[in-house]
């Protein structure tokens, strides 16, 4: 495919002069490889510049209505983007000269050279200017791209002291615009990390390495210090000497306090002596600590990508569940004791602590659960409740579980129109054991007492003991006074039993009141 041919715009008032150019360019083995537009004032040449598209100027400084550099100096300012040849016929080595600095591509004198110079000129100025302008989008791109990037550019020479340094740069140490200029870089490094800095730049300057990147410290000019991260070139001249070095600085003051936040999180969670579990928001387990490990059993491969019921103990029913998961939809967390199973079978009580985690568009993106194991401390609580509520000498329920299950037998009768019986019971002359036998065997005829009053009764009624000799049953749910007849009569057969107790036989008798309700 044959290239385009090169349109020239020809600004040369002489039309002899004219034709000869056009004429060299036009030779017959270049024909067809330019475009003459020739005028021969400048303000026709303007006139030409604003529906055409020309690719070069060639350009007379003597024209009727511009003279000298003038000519050109208005030329370059109506068409900046056009490579300019001054063709003259003014042989004069400092017009020349200035012409060049004034932007002129190239100064050709009239009647010196042939058709190749004339074209070669050409091509030249071309090519000069498309690279100049090359270099000069390349130019503003680096200016944006120095002045408006948030990382911080500095250029430093040889000795230490800074060059330049972008706004960036400005903002983030807390100087003024163009401040740090000449300020020597070893000051703005705080002085703890300072040695790192010389030595690396040492090893840079020697040839050592090309470039290092490190985090260090700086100091800002209010005295507070941030980290940053630096990564440093080195320019180097044609003969290899060094010129200056770029370095590029991020302030990773907020990603280094993160880092440190997320290392303690990461302790405590490795350290805690709290079961930790964190699961997505399909409530998949992802993530355990050890503790987790140590309280249940499960190692992590175990659980993770299970639900959290694999724990479950069976002791909960749905309705348990669905309250959890309601506090946690209204509230964002949820606390309270459950019942868990150990990866051995083994029950166990643990206070659990649930909340949710959401993302930054308020999505619930985890749920994270911190459990202590409180099973000795149940026990311990039932213990103490056991013993609060029964007699130690016979484990019968005392008085006050006495009441507490009357309390609750009266209310369940008359809201369901049921019959309660109540007997109480006396040993007759017990006194008189404890003071011919001894407490011991006084002792041991109560325990016997209470095996066989447990025997006479039904699974759901109360046997319990008052104080001394005295005892209590309670009967639910029966039809009428001849149950409660019967077993009086039942418990006064088996009391009437001799009592053979550590080589004594004791006969007792007993009186029985009782009452019902309503």
């Known amino acids: 495919m044959a290239s385009q041919p090169i349109s020239i715009l020809m600004v040369v008032d002489n039309p002899g002069d004219a034709r000869l150019v056009q004429e060299l360019l036009l030779e017959s083995s270049w024909a067809g490889r330019f475009v003459v537009t020739w005028v021969d004032r400048l303000g026709h040449a303007f006139d030409k510049l604003i529906n055409n598209v020309f690719q070069v100027i060639l350009l007379d400084l003597s024209l009727p209505d511009s003279h000298g550099l003038d000519?050109?100096?208005?030329?370059?300012?109506?068409?900046?983007?056009?490579?300019?040849?001054?063709?003259?016929?003014?042989?004069?080595?400092?017009?020349?000269?200035?012409?060049?600095?004034?932007?002129?591509?190239?100064?050709?004198?009239?009647?010196?050279?042939?058709?190749?110079?004339?074209?070669?000129?050409?091509r030249y100025a071309i090519e000069r200017h498309r690279a100049e302008e090359a270099l000069?989008?390349?130019?503003?791109?680096?200016?944006?791209?120095?002045?408006?990037?948030?990382?911080?550019?500095?250029?430093?020479?040889?000795s230490g002291s800074l060059i330049d340094a972008n706004p960036a740069l400005h903002s983030i140490l807390g100087y003024e615009p163009d401040e740090l200029r000449g300020t020597p870089v070893g000051n703005l490094t705080y002085p703890e990390d300072r040695d790192t800095s010389v030595e690396m730049m040492a090893e840079l300057l020697a040839g050592a390495r090309d470039h290092y990147t490190v985090e260090k410290r700086y100091q800002k000019k209010t005295g507070e210090v941030m980290w940053g991260r630096v990564n440093v070139s080195l320019i180097r001249g044609i003969e290899g000497e060094p010129l200056f070095s770029v370095g590029l600085i991020e302030d990773v003051s907020e990603r280094r306090e993160m880092?440190?936040?997320?290392?303690?999180?990461?302790?405590?969670?490795?350290?805690?002596?709290?079961?930790?579990?964190?699961t997505d928001a399909q409530r998949d387990i992802i993530l355990v600590n050890p503790a987790f490990t140590e309280l249940t059993g499960f190692e992590s491969a175990d659980v993770v990508g299970h639900k959290p019921s694999v724990l479950s103990s069976g002791r909960h029913d749905a309705a348990f569940y669905d309250r959890i998961h309601t506090a946690l939809e209204e509230s964002g967390k949820w606390q309270g004791e459950i019942w868990n199973r150990r990866k051995s079978g083994e029950l166990f009580a643990e206070?659990?602590?649930?909340?949710i985690v959401r993302n930054e568009r308020n999505e619930i993106s985890n749920y994270v659960a911190v459990f202590s194991d409180i099973t000795s401390r149940k026990q311990t609580e039932e213990r103490l409740n056991y013993q609060a509520n029964h007699d130690p000498l016979t484990t019968l329920p005392n008085r006050t579980l006495f009441y507490e299950r009357l309390s609750r037998a009266l209310a369940r009768a008359h809201r369901n129109r049921l019959t309660v019986g109540l007997l109480f019971l006396d040993l007759d002359h017990?006194?008189?054991?404890?003071?011919?036998?001894?407490?011991?065997?006084?002792?041991?005829?109560?325990?016997?007492?209470?095996?066989?009053?447990?025997?006479?009764?039904?699974?759901?009624?109360?046997?319990?003991?008052?104080?001394?000799?005295?005892?209590?049953?309670?009967?639910?749910?029966?039809?009428?006074?001849?149950?409660?007849?019967?077993?009086?009569?039942?418990?006064?057969?088996?009391?009437?039993?001799?009592?053979?107790?550590?080589?004594?036989?004791?006969q007792v008798t007993t009186s029985i009141g009782i009452s019902l309700y309503p």
């Open 71 to 122: 000519t050109l100096t208005r030329m370059r300012a109506r068409a900046p983007s056009l490579p300019i040849v001054v063709l003259t016929g003014l042989d004069d080595e400092d017009l020349a000269l200035r012409a060049m600095q004034g932007g002129a591509q190239d100064y050709l004198v009239k009647g010196r050279g042939d058709g190749d110079l004339i074209r070669r000129a050409i």
């Open 136 to 158: 000069r989008q390349s130019r503003a791109r680096f200016q944006a791209i120095y002045e408006n990037t948030s990382l911080g550019i500095s250029l430093v020479d040889a």
């Open 259 to 278: 880092e440190d936040r997320l290392r303690l999180a990461a302790q405590v969670l490795e350290n805690t002596s709290e079961g930790i579990f964190v």
């Open 351 to 355: 206070w659990l602590n649930i909340s």
């Open 430 to 506: 017990f006194k008189e054991v404890n003071d011919t036998c001894g407490h011991l065997i006084g002792d041991m005829l109560l325990q016997t007492v209470a095996e066989r009053l447990s025997g006479c009764t039904r699974q759901g009624d109360t046997v319990a003991r008052l104080a001394g000799d005295e005892f209590t049953v309670i009967l639910e749910d029966i039809a009428d006074f001849r149950d409660a007849a019967i077993v009086s009569q039942k418990i006064l057969r088996q009391l009437a039993e001799p009592f053979h107790l550590n080589g004594f036989r004791l």
